[in-house]
């Protein structure tokens, strides 16, 4: 018995494609001439791919399982599930690899992309670029800090949906100092010269969870429950130097706190409606 033939439930077998280990489409004729479709699964191997409940709602025909057109998107469902239950698996585990390659120091940015060109400088008066490390930079335009990664960087070692959050100008992607969290955040565990740029880690966490909740569910369904990104009571965007700078430089109860939030419910109805869907 490795593949469903001859009569079924639904009549003669004409078709029997095998969707999954063990799941088989059924395509019969009924002796009235008019096919039927239902899903076929061998009983002795039903508990290797089906649960209980779905176990229970079919219709046994000898050593067969047979679900008809009513009821076929039952292990329809839990096949789907078991992929989707598998590729989160994978994405895990290789997400999980990588950051052991670059924790133990096999894939040196400059030694496998070379030196990243700086960003040009955008106004002749701004301050020039000041490197962080190959490829990461703070710069200035129209007035504004932003926090800057190199393409190389962004595409080998940060999410697509980090990457998304930026600003392309040339070879670079650009941060305010709000969206700034999530690159930091990624890259932080990777260099210590972006890590020691943290001042205040609790910050940074709820600045992501203030202002970056869809990236935060994106990221904690990938991996293990240690690592996830814990709730944090504390102040939002005060987790780099430079905005600790600018705060203390500002009258208390200006113009600027009032800047501040309204730039941060901005961030977070964005980054709540970015069309992911962890």
């Known amino acids: 018995m490795n593949h469903p033939s ?48 779905a176990i229970s709602m079919a219709e046994q025909d000898g050593d067969w399982l047979c679900y008809g ?20 698996r994978m994405e895990a585990k290789a997400v999980e690899m990588m950051e052991e390659i670059r924790r133990d120091g096999k894939l040196r940015l400059t030694d496998y992309f070379g030196e990243c060109a700086p960003p040009a400088q955008q106004e002749k008066d701004s301050t020039p670029p000041v490197q962080v490390r190959n490829g990461i930079y703070f710069v200035q335009s129209g007035g504004q800090d932003f926090f800057a990664v190199h ?6 070692f940060m999410s697509d949906m980090a990457v998304a959050f930026g600003t392309r100008q040339g070879e670079y992607l650009l941060y305010d100092l709000t969206t700034a969290v ?21 910050s940074l966490l709820s600045t992501l969870n203030t ?48 800047n501040v939030a309204k730039e941060s419910h901005d961030h977070s109805e964005e980054s709540e409606d970015f069309g992911y869907e962890p």
């Open 6 to 53: 001859g009569e079924s439930i639904w009549g003669n077998i004409n078709t029997a494609l095998e969707i999954a280990l063990n799941i088989y489409v059924i395509v019969a004729t009924d002796e009235n001439g008019i096919e039927r479709e239902g899903i076929m699964v061998p009983k002795d191997k039903a508990k290797e791919v089906l649960s209980d409940k």
């Open 182 to 202: 999530v690159p930091l955040f990624e890259l932080r565990q990777l260099y210590e010269e972006v890590s020691d740029l943290i001042v205040s880690e609790d």
């Open 211 to 258: 202002n970056f909740k869809t990236y935060v569910l994106y990221y904690n369904e990938l991996i293990q429950e240690e690592a996830k990104i814990p709730p944090v009571n504390a102040p939002a965007s005060l987790f780099l130097q430079k905005q600790l700078d600018r705060s203390a430089n500002e009258p208390e109860h200006t113009d600027f706190e009032e």
């Open 69 to 88: 057109e009513d009821i076929k998107d039952v292990p329809m469902y839990e096949m789907l599930q078991r992929r989707v239950a598998a590729c989160k």
């Open 151 to 156: 393409e190389a960087v962004a595409d080998n």
